[in-house]
């Protein structure tokens, strides 16, 4: 049981170039989020997904786009990278049903993304 | 408003010592969920508690204690006799009764244990 899974670690940009972070989990949950955490500050929201097919904007979105066309997968898409995006992102999912796990978010190890 | 403080920015203590970690929240839900994350130099988010709105107990886990008080929107969390190895970035989150709600951070806490 993997959990949620992140590619890459680490990744450096050029402005302007584009790029997807991948983000699977394996524990059949109907709910995921994109984070991004920068220096001296909590975790913002990006984007979320209650299901497959179901996206929604978070706090942060400009910038970004996700897609959820199965359970497992959330990518999330950089278009055009600016300086500004440099940060750590984390992905995580909850389970949708009662019970003791619904209530954590289980949170991949990050991608620690760098733009110049 | 919905919100999580986190006033403390960095804590600095020496092995041993007892240190507590503040954390505020706002909201006008009556069902609610607070957490405590750890986020070692290693950079993973590690989950510490859950609480219910509904449940004030306190709770007492080995070395580490949280105390909710919902008359004054408090959550903090004790660490009892401090180790190296508790240095690390301590996030308060909060998050709603609804499908799909996501968590909200507070900016966290680096605690840094000396020996």
């Known amino acids: 049981n993997a959990g949620v899974t992140q590619t890459p670690k680490f990744r450096i940009l050029k402005i302007g170039q584009s790029m997807t972070l991948q983000c699977t989990q394996d524990?059949?949950?109907?709910?995921m989020y994109w984070y991004r955490q920068d220096p001296g500050m909590g975790l913002k929201l990006i984007y979320y997904?209650?299901?497959?097919?179901?996206?929604d904007k978070g706090e942060v979105p400009n910038g970004y786009n996700v897609s959820r066309s199965t359970t497992e997968d959330f990518p999330l898409r950089l278009e055009l990278a600016a300086p500004s995006q440099t940060s750590v992102y984390f992905c995580?999912?909850?389970?949708?049903?009662?019970?003791?796990?619904?209530?954590?978010?289980?949170f991949g190890p990050g991608t620690r993304l760098t733009v110049t | 408003a919905q919100k999580v403080t986190q006033a403390q920015t960095e804590i600095s203590v020496v092995e041993k010592e007892d240190v507590t970690l503040d954390c505020v929240y706002e909201?006008?839900?009556?069902?609610?969920?607070l957490f405590w994350y750890k986020q070692p130099p290693s950079g993973e988010l590690v989950f510490l508690i859950r609480?219910?709105?509904?449940?004030?107990q306190n709770e007492i886990s080995g070395r580490y204690s949280w105390n909710f008080q919902k008359s004054t929107s408090s959550f903090n969390f004790t660490i009892t006799a401090s180790q190296v190895v508790d240095s690390a970035v301590y996030f308060c989150?909060?998050?709603?009764?609804?499908?799909?709600?996501?968590?909200?951070f507070g900016k966290g806490t680096t605690l840094s244990v000396s020996s």
């Open positions: 524990m059949n949950h109907n709910y």
């Open positions: 909201t006008r839900d009556t069902t609610y969920y």
């Open positions: 609480r219910n709105s509904f449940d004030e």
């Open positions: 997904s209650v299901g497959a097919g179901i996206t």
């Open positions: 995580a999912s909850r389970g949708a049903q009662s019970g003791g796990s619904s209530y954590e978010q289980y």
């Open positions: 989150a909060l998050r709603f009764n609804q499908a799909g709600t996501a968590l909200i």
